[in-house]
């Protein structure tokens, strides 16, 4: 028996050597960089530092990236590499019992790719909507009678065009009023794109690859130039580089940070175990993981100054839009401010004036502008996108252009996150033995259809409102995961064996800070992550913003019970596959160790004597389990020895298996 157990463990580590491999590291750089730089970083990570502290809450995001980023993208990178399967077949090759562990990846990957790809969908219609000589959103549309549409007037331009033009948003997620063919046709694009991409695995995508990842940096850096060149640039860079230190004080600080760590890494997809699976054996993964942990911060951090210089420009120009109208009132009073341009006049003499004016008229229309409250005004998601950078575009001198190469820009970065969250399914269904004769082409097709056919109800009017609901409850097991991915190999593979693992593979032995981040700190500050978000979710109601087209603006409203149930449905989705995976191995279990001398149905079993048949028999040749030799107390043997060949030694007996 313990030759077996030995034979199998050689098994667990040798891998699969036929296992496809990419065709260079650069390919697989790309691929893990694209992957992991995604939207997020273009529209969540400036939306947390004006939020949190500005340049204050680097600190905790750096921290963070080195803390949990760093150890749970190692562990995944290596298992991968170590054991060459995907996600699902990674975890049952760990332990049996943690074969859910992968299925849950697997669903929640799906859950995320089916409404990532309506973003994609929306970034289509974006683009296509620049390419005219002005942009639709740069003025209110017109009624038959010559007169501007009132909703519109009392939102704004961007405002309508998303909610009424792009979305022609519902009331609310009860009333889904009809598809929109128009999203309907940018969403069948988009999963044509995605398919034609995926349809032979890392053959075909590890091509596009070279562009998704690089035509952001590219589009990043002129937007850099053109940005720091705009009026109010250096404002929006200050605003954003003065630390509020008070700010870390605040416990939400550092889990805002830690959850930005994790998503922007897109640790427990499955993806990551998968991109590590086509790497050759003897790949330095602790270089790469390093390579692509300062890549990430610097991306984030990079992006950041491009959209607060962006931003500084937009404030500014609000600001004295509003200055503007506060000094035609100010005037008659205070003569000074004749001929003089906005910029021209100090913050500190428009305030004073302002107060002198406010302490002689108890009422007033005066606004009472501050180039700050601009600065802080902040959106983050899709609001960000598609309506505040969209209104900036409109200010800036060939507003068309630069349209376009923003939303080329959210096209690729989405596509790049689209490829890594769909490998981790794919990856999933190819590891399948019962998959196997099916060709690649094949069943990404029926995966794509599968998607885009889920993806159907992100096209109604309130397609918005189940894309944030999915958004909100689809990935809340990915923590979970990837707290039960460090847990199972810390202490059930065991830390030992995967330290030796990693030396092997790269020649280096993981120290001290690895093995202080795996056992001890990174499980911690998860377990916290999880409490934290367990806690805000039971303690508040979970709201959506939906489109009063009355007041032309957004409000929040609560879901209705039946959402509430899709809501938990989704939160348990990834949960449930992983209890699944326990119970059944339990059962197993339970049941061997009843029948542990139970013969197979259908095999012939015959004992090995003096010599062996192995050749004649071949693969159907198998030990029996268990079989109680030597000094057992429940032997047949008289002298309780049990059954002694010659020379009095104990023999273990050996079976061959016919089918």
């Not at 929306?122 to 909703?151: A, H, K, M, R, V």
């Not at 991306?299 to 600001?319: D, E, Q």
């Amino acid at each position: 028996m313990a030759e077996t157990t030995r034979m199998k463990e050689v098994s667990l580590e040798a891998g699969d050597d036929g296992r496809v491999t990419w065709d260079s590291p650069v390919q697989f750089f790309f691929t893990v960089l694209g992957f992991c730089v995604g939207l997020g970083n273009i529209w969540r990570f400036p939306y947390l530092c004006q939020q949190n502290g500005g340049g204050a809450f680097i600190l905790p995001f750096l921290l963070m990236l080195v803390v949990v980023g760093m150890p749970l993208l190692l562990l995944e990178l290596a298992l991968g590499q170590k054991l060459r399967v995907g996600a699902a077949g990674a975890w049952k090759k760990v332990h049996p019992a943690l074969a859910g562990v992968g299925y849950g990846s697997t669903i929640v990957a799906t859950i995320v790719g089916c409404y990532y790809n309506v973003i994609i969908a929306w970034c289509i219609f974006y683009l296509g909507s620049s390419f005219t000589t002005t942009l639709p959103w740069s003025s209110c549309p017109l009624t038959p009678d010559n007169q501007t549409i009132p909703e519109c007037e009392d939102s704004s331009e961007t405002q309508y065009f998303w909610f009424r033009t792009t979305l022609d948003a519902s009331g609310s997620i009860d009333d889904p009023v009809s598809i929109k063919y128009w999203t309907l046709l940018c969403l069948i694009m988009s999963w044509v794109i995605v398919y034609l991409i995926l349809m032979k695995g890392i053959a075909s995508s590890g091509k596009v690859v070279y562009f998704t990842a690089m035509f952001p940096y590219i589009v990043l850096t002129i937007f850099f130039f053109r940005g720091i060149t705009l009026k109010g640039a250096t404002a929006g860079l200050a605003h954003m580089f003065t630390p509020k230190m008070e700010m870390l004080l605040k416990p939400t600080v550092w889990l805002d940070a830690a959850n930005q760590v994790f998503y922007s890494f897109g640790l427990a997809f499955g993806s990551i175990i998968s991109f590590g699976s086509y790497n050759p054996p003897k790949k330095n993964c602790v270089k790469d993981v390093i390579i692509i942990t300062i890549t990430n911060a610097f991306t984030a951090i990079y992006a950041c100054a491009v959209i607060f210089s962006i931003l500084g420009f937009k404030a500014v120009h609000l600001f004295e839009k509003c200055m503007e109208h506060d000094i035609g009132i100010l005037m008659p009073m205070y003569p000074e401010f004749r001929n003089r341009s906005m910029e021209d006049i100090p913050q500190e003499e428009y305030g004073a004036a302002m107060d002198g004016f406010a302490m002689k008229h108890e009422q007033h229309l005066l606004k009472n502008c501050s180039l700050v409250k601009e600065l802080d005004d902040s959106a983050q998601g899709t609001g960000f996108a598609f309506i505040v950078m969209a209104d900036v575009f409109t200010k800036i001198p060939g507003a068309p252009f630069w349209s376009a190469l923003f939303f080329m820009m959210l096209l690729s970065l989405g596509l790049g996150s689209q490829i890594g969250i769909m490998e981790g399914v794919m990856s999933t269904l190819f590891d399948q033995p019962s998959l196997k004769h099916i060709k690649k082409p094949v069943l990404v097709g029926f995966v794509a259809i599968g998607c885009f056919s889920i993806g159907l109800v992100f096209t109604t009017g309130a397609g918005e409102y189940w894309l944030t609901l999915f958004d909100s409850f689809g990935a809340t097991g990915l923590t979970f995961i990837a707290f039960a991915e460090l847990l199972s190999v810390m202490y059930v593979y065991g830390h030992s064996r995967f330290t030796k693992d990693i030396e092997n593979m790269t020649g280096v032995r993981p120290g001290l800070y690895w093995q202080l981040m795996w056992r001890y700190v990174s499980p911690t500050l998860m377990a916290a992550i999880i409490a934290s978000s367990t806690y805000f979710m039971f303690t508040n109601v979970p709201v959506y913003t939906a489109w009063n087209r009355d007041t032309a603006s957004g409000e929040k409203k609560e879901y209705a019970g039946w959402a509430l149930g899709v809501a938990a449905l989704l939160a348990m989705s990834s949960l449930i596959p992983i209890l699944v995976g326990m119970v059944v191995h339990l059962i197993k279990r339970f049941s061997s160790t009843n029948n542990k001398h139970a013969y197979d149905t259908g095999k012939f079993y015959r004992v090995d004597t003096t010599a062996s048949t192995r050749p004649m028999l071949g693969e159907n040749y198998e030990d029996f389990p268990d079989l109680p030799l030597g000094d057992e107390d429940d032997s047949d043997s008289d002298s309780g020895t049990g059954i002694v060949m010659d020379g009095g030694a104990a023999k273990t007996f050996k079976l061959e298996v016919m089918d």
